[in-house]
């Protein structure tokens, strides 16, 4: 069966430090991969594609690794701050006959940075 | 209006009863979609359209039902409301597939409890 799994148990670090969250799937080819961040009682806002090609994506202090051998995906915070506490989401873009490109999402991790 | 606008907020409804969850964008954007969100299983697409004038079932489309006369507005409708239909609605957009780049745009969400 095709699956997105990210870290079920929340995620606790002190500030300062570099945060590390997983993404794994099966049965997936998936196009490109994104990661989401969603606050409390908002809706998901988009961070970062990384595209099936690519080994490797950077944001000011995010960065994104893709290894469509193990089929993974790594997100970074680095150099954390409270203010970096949410849930992240991470999405596969995939092609489906028939429907079109879709974006199949994991069930989140919740991160949460210490002062 | 910028972005995804959605209404209501909040919603309580009884069982049995009909209702239309409002989604418009303000981007142009081709694609829309709608998503439920429920703890511990993340977000499930339920409906999507990738152009106005047509529409495609998602995950978990029973129940629900979609429209896309124009490309601004996409409704969701429950005809027959359950409990089981207890859940955030996320409505989402996207210029396309092959060119997400920026990801999907969200919606603030409507939070519907049927009882």
């Known amino acids: 069966s095709q699956k997105i799994e990210q870290n079920s148990e929340a995620l606790n670090i002190q500030e300062g430090k570099t945060a590390t969250l997983t993404c794994n799937y099966t049965n997936y080819s998936p196009a490109y991969l994104q990661w989401y961040r969603q606050d409390p009682g908002r809706g998901p806002v988009f961070l970062l594609l990384i595209r099936e090609n690519e080994k490797e994506k950077r944001k000011e202090r995010l960065k994104v690794t893709f290894d469509t051998t193990l089929k993974q995906s790594l997100f970074h915070i680095t150099a954390s701050q409270p203010a970096d506490s949410a849930t992240y989401l991470c999405a596969l873009g995939v092609w489906i006959y028939n429907q079109g490109g879709k974006l199949i999402f994991g069930q989140g991790t919740e991160l949460s940075v210490k002062p | 209006i910028a972005g995804i606008t959605q209404a209501p907020t909040s919603q309580i409804l009884a069982a049995g009863r009909r209702m239309t969850l409002r989604c418009t964008q303000d981007?142009?954007?081709?694609?829309m979609y709608w998503y439920r969100q429920d703890l511990g299983l993340g977000l499930r697409l339920i409906h999507y359209s990738n152009t106005a004038g047509t529409t495609g079932k998602g995950e978990v489309p029973d129940g629900y039902s979609v429209s896309r006369a124009n490309t601004d507005d996409f409704p969701l409708t429950l005809a027959s409301a359950v409990p089981s239909q207890t859940s955030v609605y996320f409505c989402?957009?996207?210029?396309?597939?092959?060119?997400?780049?920026?990801?999907?745009?969200f919606g603030s969400g409507t939070r519907l409890t049927v009882v």
């Open positions: 989402a957009s996207s210029d396309s597939f092959r060119q997400s780049s920026i990801g999907y745009t």
């Open positions: 981007m142009r954007h081709n694609a």
